[in-house]
């Protein structure tokens, strides 16, 4: 039993009664030129956002059907080669016409122009005790050879000979030849054997210190690093100390425009410590002159006459109007212009001085006016009671005596005192002695 007859399905199979029809077949798409299969079969032949096609193949001209292309292995020379040399290559070959000119890479064979020089001139101008003229000779055929490539030049030397001596002697007699062939020194100023000389100790130490850098071990490079990291953490340390400095409290000398910012830091007027300045009667701060020179170093470049502006503001700003108009007026009094005709460093300073003295002036003025107000006020006020009263201090300093004969008398009660005012009090004569009945004596008064 199968799944057939369990289906109660015939075992042959049923008879199609339509044939199968056969599916259409795909027009196969050519893939375009340009594109490769890879990326053809990604796509789908779908057309791409951007031109595929190579600009070079737009420009080229069609072949025409009489071209005939072939690739020949040609014989061919370089003009590179002094020796004439025959070698072989493949050409493209059009109509069976092969190319020609010079070999397409012979262009870029590059030379070094060695200078030459002669006998006589190596007499008169390259004569060197540590150099014969045959090692001079080999040095300069081999540079010209090498193209000045002296770590190989070192090498063929017959000599012993280091690269930096190799450098130096070509170099020195470039030099030499270069300046004796020029009509005047100044033609060949220019020119870098002569603008830049070589240097051989710097050579020397240059290869000293890269070969103890490349030389360091990881342990060493990161010690280095360290160093530099704390010298730099120093640095940004110091300058930000001497900025705050400079804001807060900047140090100037004696004359230019530092001076001037030295005369115009005014302070007041110089008293003790236990001395008071009137309400009206304040120093200036010193954060505006700081922020004053703060902003005119922020500048850099500036007009003496505005810098001398702009203090003269900050030594007066603490001042009212009226003690600025009496420092104006006192300037004119003395015969002194309100700005400097000639505004140079001393002028500029002496006559920041002149106000900041004029400005102390009138502050000890105030001053005294303070004070003298304040001593008239309290003479006025010691003085100010009736004539016929005795002073006050003479009534503290009076000491009490007691009355004899108000020893047996009673005492003013004290609901008499409250009835009675001080001045009733007084004015009400206090009855005899006599008139009072006399207090019974103790065993203890006897």
């Known amino acids: 039993m199968d799944a057939k007859d369990i289906l109660g399905l015939p075992k042959n199979g049923p008879i199609m009664s339509q044939e199968k029809k056969s599916r259409p077949q795909k027009e196969s798409q050519r893939k375009p030129d340009g594109i490769s299969r890879e990326v053809y079969a990604l796509t789908g032949g779908i057309a791409p956002l951007m031109p595929s096609l190579d600009i ?23 003009s590179a080669r002094k020796d004439n040399l025959q070698l072989y290559h493949w050409v493209r070959v059009v109509n069976g016409v092969p190319p020609t000119g010079d070999y397409s890479f012979a262009k870029f064979n590059k030379s070094v122009d ?34 000045l490539r002296f770590i190989i030049i070192a090498d063929r030397f017959s000599s012993n000979r280091t690269v930096e001596e190799l450098k130096d002697r070509y170099y020195s007699v470039s ?29 020397i130490e240059r290869k000293r210190a890269l070969s103890m ?77 700081a922020s004053t020179l703060a902003s005119l170093r922020m500048l850099r470049v500036y007009l003496r006459t505005y810098a001398l502006e702009q203090m003269v503001q900050a030594a007066s ?5 009226r003690t ?41 003025q105030k001053q005294l006016q303070y004070k003298e107000a304040e001593g008239s006020s309290y003479r006025e006020g010691s003085y100010s009671e009736t004539p016929g009263t005795p002073p006050k201090r003479a009534q503290q300093d009076r000491t009490f005596i007691p009355d004899s004969t108000s020893f047996g008398g009673d ?24 008139s009072k009945r006399p207090r019974k004596l103790k065993t203890s008064d006897g």
């Open 114 to 147: 060695v200078l030459e020089y002669t006998n006589d001139e190596y007499e008169k101008f390259l004569s060197d005790p540590s150099w014969t003229k045959e090692e001079t000779d080999q040095l300069f055929e081999l540079c010209k050879r090498f193209d």
């Open 175 to 203: 030099r030499a030849i270069t300046i004796a062939r020029a009509a005047s020194p100044a033609d060949v100023a220019g020119h870098p054997f002569v603008k830049e000389p070589y240097n051989v100790s710097q050579e």
């Open 317 to 321: 700003s603490s001042a009212g109007l």
């Open 213 to 289: 850098v490349l030389s360091q071990t990881k342990l060493q490079e990161r010690r280095d690093a360290e160093v530099l990291a704390e010298a730099k953490r120093i640095s940004v340390a110091r300058k930000s100390v001497k900025a705050a400095e400079e804001t807060e409290l900047p140090v100037v000398s004696d004359a230019g425009p530092e001076g001037a910012e030295k005369a115009a830091g005014i302070d007041g007027i110089s008293t003790s410590p236990n001395a008071q300045l009137p309400s009206g009667i304040a120093a200036p701060p010193v954060s505006e002159t």
């Open 56 to 78: 070079n193949q737009l420009k080229r001209k069609a072949l025409s059907e009489s071209e005939k292309i072939t690739w020949q292995w040609l014989p061919f020379t370089s």
């Open 411 to 434: 005492k003013v009660g004290k609901r008499d005192q409250k009835r009675k005012g001080p001045g009733r009090l007084s004015e009400v004569p206090s009855s005899p002695a006599q």
């Open 324 to 364: 600025i108009k009496r420092v104006e007026q006192t300037l004119q009094d003395l015969g002194v212009n309100l700005k400097p005709k000639v505004p140079t460093k001393l002028v500029c300073a002496e006559h920041l001085e002149l106000r900041k003295e004029i400005l102390t002036l009138l502050n000890l």
